[in-house]
């Protein structure tokens, strides 16, 4: 049971460029996130998807898109990459149904635009 | 707007020195207080969740205190390698998605 796997782990990327984060789950889970992480700020909601086929923004979802075609996966594209998209970002996922809704987190992505 | 602050933002305490961290949250009704530990280069790790004024929870040394407008994560005798930062989030019944809304950490060292 891997839990929540992102990949690359790391990556460095030129100004413009595109490139996909990778996110898969094999807990069956149907609530998926991406967040980002900041030096010295609070992780930031990007999308969420609450089942295959459905996505919605949160709080920074500018440059961004994601797509659900599968409950296991959920990747999120980034479309003409920007230095202000250097970050750390990380995938999560919970279940629907849970006792206490926690989230689980993957390793996380360092992304560098330069 | 739901907000979480944490404080301090960095905590170093001797090992043994037990000390406490807060979170102070503004939330349109609370669903559930969380709290993770995060390391260096990796997720964060879930410790726990509350959800009424009140409520403690406990693990090792970690004790997680909520009253109805902050919530306090006591560390009793800490030992090095409690140091991590530790994120505190809410959830709240109108946050779209039921997603969680993260304060911005505070960074806890323990020396020997």
């Known amino acids: 049971n891997a839990g929540v796997t992102q990949t690359p782990k790391f990556r460095i990327l030129k100004i413009g460029q595109s490139m996909t984060l990778q996110c898969a789950q094999d807990m069956n889970h149907n609530y998926m996130y991406w967040y980002r992480q900041d030096p010295g700020m609070g992780l930031k909601l990007i999308y969420y998807?609450?089942?295959?086929?459905?996505?919605d923004k949160g709080e920074v979802p500018n440059g961004y898109n994601v797509s659900r075609s599968t409950t296991e996966d959920f990747p999120l594209r980034l479309e003409l990459a920007a230095p202000s998209q250097t970050s750390v970002y990380f995938c999560?996922?919970?279940?629907?149904?849970?006792?206490?809704?926690?989230?689980?987190f993957g390793s996380g992505t360092q992304l560098s635009v330069l | 707007e739901d907000q979480v602050t944490q404080s301090p933002e960095a905590l170093r305490l001797q090992e043994g020195e037990s000390s406490s961290l807060n979170c102070s949250y503004t939330?349109?009704?609370?669903?559930?207080l969380f709290w993770y530990r995060q390391d260096p280069g990796k997720g964060p790790e879930f410790l726990f969740t509350l959800y009424s004024a009140g409520e403690e929870k406990e693990k090792e040394r970690l004790k997680a205190t909520l009253t109805k407008k902050e919530s306090f994560l006591h560390i009793t005798a800490p030992k090095p390698e409690d140091s991590a930062t530790y994120l505190c989030?809410?959830?709240?019944?109108?946050?779209?998605?039921?997603?969680?809304?993260f304060g911005k950490g505070t960074t806890l060292s323990v020396s020997s």
């Open positions: 939330v349109s009704g609370l669903r559930g």
């Open positions: 998807s609450v089942g295959a086929g459905i996505t």
């Open positions: 999560a996922s919970r279940d629907r149904v849970s006792t206490n809704e926690k989230l689980f």
């Open positions: 989030a809410v959830q709240s019944y109108n946050q779209a998605g039921t997603a969680l809304i």
